[in-house]
């Protein structure tokens, strides 16, 4: 579905806000800079990666009753040398935790590799990409920064390392591979999904939320999140969400201390060629609107749902609805597109949606909402 929900099993620990807000600093504004480079050389280098880059990566640790009561705890990694560090939302607060609205960590501190503790600070975070950025005073400690890389370039197969403290193991490498790219995920921290998350066999446990996703170059290609497990320990299927995704939310939380995601109001299901035939739709793929929500972006573009159902190759599918095929020109393959589509675009922006409807071609102007945890 566009609309997409869920939840799944995750590290450290509820939702009705997406941001904490606070002042930045002046002059810290635009995007980090990194003064680390890539890793010189062919082939897959784990002891030289960590050996590069674990001294950027560091574990935090989050009260939410007073420094004296139990304590969460979590990884980051170092992104500037003016002490902003990235990490998972779940990690500096309760979301994903069940217990009510969400709630930040009373006190955060942040420990380095040589065991140095510092105390930090949330800048803001954003639970529809479960990432956070906090703050330390860089004249606390010595500042290694590790540089991001471009997930959109990531491919199966692939060699990764990761680095963060397992079970409060700090300073743990694992490595794998690049097991698939481009998942849709149930979030830890709101109701609707991850999208684009990269999933990896690395060995990926309890407290490895929040640190970094290395590819073999040394570079961060996502932020650890999630595992899939029956057993509650690492299983193979780790999920990572993509730095480039993290990347925006952490440049608008530092620049203006809110992120801000397009809403329409859909809900949709994957049209396939086999499905399009079995039910005689114009088109053999899209995305068929199954729902929509009332007073939606959605409803005042006029696009229709079909609320008739039948089964066919072991599912139940809509007989005919609208079926969105593109969204101001770029292709709409089935519903995970509309997601990463309109991720990248603004509230307030107006998307031409190209909808199928039985064998009319239409072009619906679509002025896009924000999205909230209401819906």
């Known amino acids: 579905m566009a609309l997409l929900g869920a939840r799944v099993g995750g590290f450290l620990h509820g939702n009705s806000t997406v ?13 980090p ?5 890539p890793i010189v050389g062919n082939g897959f280098q784990p002891a030289q990666i960590f050996a590069r880059r674990s001294a950027g990566v560091v574990t935090i640790v989050s009260y939410f009753n007073g420094s004296g009561a139990a304590a969460g705890q979590g990884s980051g990694f170092v992104v500037s040398p003016t002490g902003n560090v990235l990490t998972s939302a779940h990690v500096v607060t309760t979301a994903g935790s069940g217990g009510g609205p969400t709630r930040r960590a009373h006190t955060i501190y942040v420990q380095f590799a040589d065991g140095d503790r510092v105390p930090a600070r949330i800048v803001g975070y954003d639970l529809f990409d479960d990432v956070a950025v906090i703050r330390i005073d860089p004249k606390l400690h010595q500042l290694r920064p590790v540089p991001l890389g471009n997930s959109a370039r990531v491919v199966v197969g692939e060699p990764v390392a990761a680095i963060g403290s397992p079970f409060g193991n700090a300073d743990s490498l694992s490595v794998g591979v690049v097991s698939a ?6 979030s830890l921290t709101t109701r609707y999904d991850l999208i684009d998350a ?6 990926i446990n309890h407290g490895n939320s ?8 040394g570079r961060v290609i996502g932020i650890n999140a999630q595992i899939r497990s029956q057993s509650g320990q690492a299983e193979g299927v780790g999920f990572s969400v993509p730095i480039n995704s993290a990347r925006r939310s952490m440049q608008q939380l530092i620049a203006n201390g809110s ?11 994957d049209l396939t060629p086999a499905l399009a035939r079995r039910f ?22 006029g696009l229709r749902a079909d609320s008739s159902r039948a089964q066919a190759f072991g599912v139940v599918f809509p007989r005919n609805g609208d079926v969105i095929v593109a969204i101001d020109g770029q292709r709409v393959a089935g519903s995970e597109d509309i997601a990463r589509i309109v991720t990248n675009m603004s509230p307030g922006e107006i998307a031409h949606f190209t909808v199928q409807r039985g064998h009319s071609r239409l ?13």
Do not use: N, W
């Open 363 to 375: 072009d619906l102007p679509l002025r896009l909402g924000e999205r909230s945890e209401t819906h």
């Open 181 to 186: 790219i481009r998942r849709s995920i149930p």
């Open 198 to 203: 990269i999933q990896t066999d690395a060995p």
């Open 19 to 31: 941001v904490v807000r606070e002042q930045v600093p002046a002059g810290d504004a635009g995007t």
């Open 210 to 217: 929040g640190g970094p996703l290395f590819d073999a170059r």
């Open 280 to 301: 005689g739709y114009a088109v053999s793929q899209g995305a068929v609107v199954t729902g929509l929500q009332p007073g939606s972006p959605a409803v005042k573009a």
């Open 33 to 37: 800079v990194i003064v680390a480079k």
């Open 259 to 269: 992120v801000s995601y397009a809403y329409v109001g859909v809900e949709t299901t």
